[in-house]
């Protein structure tokens, strides 16, 4: 009789990855290699802390000289939104930021870039409006475009909310601001 499988311990060989994890990092569009890499280097202790370690860490080796760039959005999780809420002020935050990355040419440039090499969006948890504010001052402080929506208050939250704070810029500069938030 054959004993079960147990689960491996971390730093074994790639293919000894949690296979639900590594699925998790597949659907956030990472590549596989980098993907176990990542959870390797984690302790394989879960697809969030693979995520984190890529997106901060790993996927700058994996590019070619060009900047990449990245847009972040920062959800107000004290508004205890539900998902389809959160979902809908994320798309007000993207759009309302594309449509400043209009306003300057550089930004419009760096609009382009960003959409020629694949559009990375990344969605993380802010503690409050504080918090957001707080983010949203450091990452103008270093030049980065931002859009903070403000609902409406028609559905779940009071009018004048502020939901979702969107950060967009050079990927080492904008982890400078957001790389310490957990992914949502």
């Known amino acids: ?6 689960p491996s311990p971390p730093g074994l060989a790639s293919q000894d990855v949690n296979p639900v994890f590594l699925q998790q990092l597949r659907d956030l569009a990472i590549p596989e290699e980098a993907a176990k890499k990542a959870l390797l280097h984690t302790g394989n202790v879960s697809a969030e802390e693979a995520a984190m370690y890529y997106f901060n860490k790993l996927e700058n080796e994996e590019g070619d000289e060009d900047f990449m760039y990245k847009m972040v959005f ?3 999780m004290e508004l205890a939104m539900g ?3 959160v979902a809908a002020q994320v798309g007000h935050a993207a759009v309302g ?7 300057k040419n550089s930004w419009r440039e760096m609009a382009w870039k960003w959409d020629h090499s694949g559009a990375k969006k990344i969605v993380v948890q802010g503690t409050n409006v504080a918090h957001l504010l707080e983010f949203q ?4 402080s270093l030049s980065l475009p931002t ?3 403000q609902d409406a208050g028609h559905t779940q939250v009071a009018s004048g909310s502020r939901t979702v704070l969107a950060i967009m ?4 500069i904008v982890n400078k601001v957001t790389g310490s938030l957990k992914l949502l």
Not at 1 to 6: A, G, R
Not at 97 to 103: A, E, F, G, K, V
Not at 137 to 140: D, K, T, V
Request: charged share 25%; proline share 3%; aromatic share 6%.
């Open 1 to 6: 009789m054959e004993p079960s499988k147990q």
């Open 74 to 76: 920062v959800v107000n």
């Open 83 to 85: 998902v389809g809420k």
């Open 97 to 103: 930021l594309y449509q400043t990355l209009q306003d």
């Open 137 to 140: 001052a450091q990452a103008m």
């Open 147 to 149: 859009y903070l929506v």
């Open 169 to 172: 810029g050079e990927e080492d």
